[in-house]
T-cell receptor
Framework: GENVEQHPSTLSVQEGDSAVIKCTYS??????FPWYKQELGKRPQLIID?????GEKKDQRIAVTLNKTAKHFSLHITETQPEDSAVYFC????????????FGKGTMLLVSP | SQTIHQWPATLVQPVGSPLSLECTVE??????LYWYRQAAGRGLQLLFY??????ISSEVPQNLSASRPQDRQFILSSKKLLLSDSGFYLC?????????????FGQGTRLTVV
């Protein structure tokens, strides 16, 4: 089955800096890669996703890049703000009738004012 | 709009006691339904998924079971809880018949087995 590795497990940055979280996956058939943000005690919520037919996607301060050959994808947050502090999860799934997402272990991002 | 309800929000149960967590979805038909568990400091582990009434697939062998008695109802159960069952349980749904779409999560149930 799919295996998703996520690094780093914790990331501390100063407000205004950029943050990068990296994930690798094992199943070459995976072609959907969402990123979820989970604030303390709350449910995970989708912040951005990318499909295998594109290499990069951007939404304001958030961007995701995908390298299918190397089987890795990354989340980039620019101009970080304290409200970006949360746990971020990457995930991967195959193209099938249901999205059984395989998640990474998460990255706790701490943005200091 | 679609909503997902999960209860209870918190639960403290003794070892060996039974468990029943319920999840319902509103505003959509025939959703794909999922149960995930999040242990402290770890990622989200898929426990069960269902593509229709009575259709349950298990990802991880354990002392938990799931049932889908109605189209938009998903129940997670155990006959006898273990200490290792403690964690944050999340129900989720996604659109049926479409590949690779967003999973929407419920608020979660924090289970502590004592």
């Amino acid at each position: 089955g799919e295996n998703v590795e996520q690094h780093p497990s914790t990331l501390s940055v100063q407000e205004g800096d950029s943050a990068v979280i990296k994930c690798t996956y094992s199943d070459s058939a995976s072609n959907y890669f969402p990123w979820y943000k989970q604030e303390l005690g709350k449910r995970p919520q989708l912040i951005i996703d990318i499909r295998s037919n594109v290499g990069e996607k951007k939404d304001q301060r958030i961007a995701v890049t995908l390298n299918k050959t190397a089987k890795h994808f990354s989340l980039h947050i620019t101009e970080t703000q304290p409200e970006d502090s949360a746990v971020y999860f990457c995930a991967a799934s195959r193209n099938s009738g249901y999205s059984t997402l395989t998640f990474g272990k998460g990255t706790m991002l701490l943005v200091s004012p | 709009s679609q909503t997902i309800h999960q209860w209870p929000a918190t639960l403290v149960q003794p070892v060996g006691s039974p468990l029943s967590l319920e999840c319902t979805v509103e505003g959509t038909s025939n959703p794909n339904l999922y149960w995930y568990r999040q242990a402290a400091g770890r990622g989200l582990q898929l426990l069960f998924y269902s593509v229709g009434i009575g259709q349950i697939s298990s990802e991880v062998p354990q002392n938990l079971s799931a049932s889908r008695p109605q189209d938009r109802q998903f129940i997670l159960s155990s006959k006898k809880l273990l200490l290792s069952d403690s964690g944050f349980y999340l129900c989720a749904w996604s659109l049926a018949g479409t590949a690779n779409t967003e999973a929407f999560f419920g608020q979660g149930t924090r289970l502590t087995v004592v």
